[in-house]
């Protein structure tokens, strides 16, 4: 990726970011930065946090402590519904679900928000939804129903719904965890394409080669904390963190090999010496 200048305000600052679920403490002090032109990649183990503060961005969940600045907007302090809808007029959101609304066409579903949210006029939002139906290669599909789609289609079309709100940045929250494998390559090409193209990008991601290849700072969490952050190279190649470590060796393939031991009778050399019920 290249080198992002980092001298001005990051768009997005989370400061000592704190919220609990109850009882259940689930962000432990987070500090985050995103500068504008980024992507950045959060990855962890599951249940560590990592959606939790996208929806903390958002202005979905509220935190118990810390602030949250997305350009000029203080969200930690936003009380009213109507303040919440101006944030996500400026920040798109996919979901790991598509959310399409099943009665409307593709085209409607991303022509309806600029509509109604943004009062554009129905040639101007028809327009530039067929333009980003084509950015994302689902143009053949404008008259189509969500439930006619494939996942993989469905997330293509989620993703140009929420590029339709012309936002400042695009939230990404494992938006290929309900996909099928032969499907996963062509959501991640639109992603990549986005990045290259200089949008500000924060993905909470299980496919650490495409989070090694696009991010430009990745966040390593656990159990709510930051365990490490960095450029993708220095998290990826050299972290300094053990945990990180071996979280990756787990999450690139390598889980490590049982030691052999003599006469081992679960080693599939030895099960003749067995007999099995099927």
Known sequence: MPSIETVAEPLISLRNLHLS????????????DVHRGQAVSI????????????????????PQR?????????????????????LRKRVGFVFQQYNLFPHLSVLENLVIAPRKVLGRSRIEAEKEARALLAKVRMEHKADAFPGQLSGGQQQRVAIARALAMRPELILFDEVTSALDPETVGEVLTVIRELTEEGMTCVLVTHE???AEEISDIVYFTENGVIVEHGS????????????????LRHALGDPGRRPVVANDPYLLTNLGRYSLSV
């Not at 679920?21 to 985050?32: R, T």
């Not at 560590?48 to 996208?54: A, D, N, Q, R, W």
């Not at 350009?71 to 809808?85: C, D, F, K, P, Y």
């Not at 993708?232 to 979280?247: G, L, M, N, V, Y």
């Open 66 to 86: 810390g602030t949250i600045r997305v350009g000029n907007t203080e969200v930690h302090t936003l009380a009213q519904e109507a303040q919440r809808i101006e």
């Open 208 to 210: 650490m080669r495409f």
């Open 43 to 62: 990855i962890g183990p599951s249940g560590s946090g990592k959606s939790t503060i996208l929806r903390c961005i958002s202005g979905l969940l509220q």
């Open 232 to 247: 993708a190279a220095k998290i990826f190649q050299h972290p300094d963190s053990e945990r990180t470590q071996t979280f």
């Open 21 to 32: 679920f109850g009882s259940n403490p689930v962000l432990k002090g987070i500090d985050l």
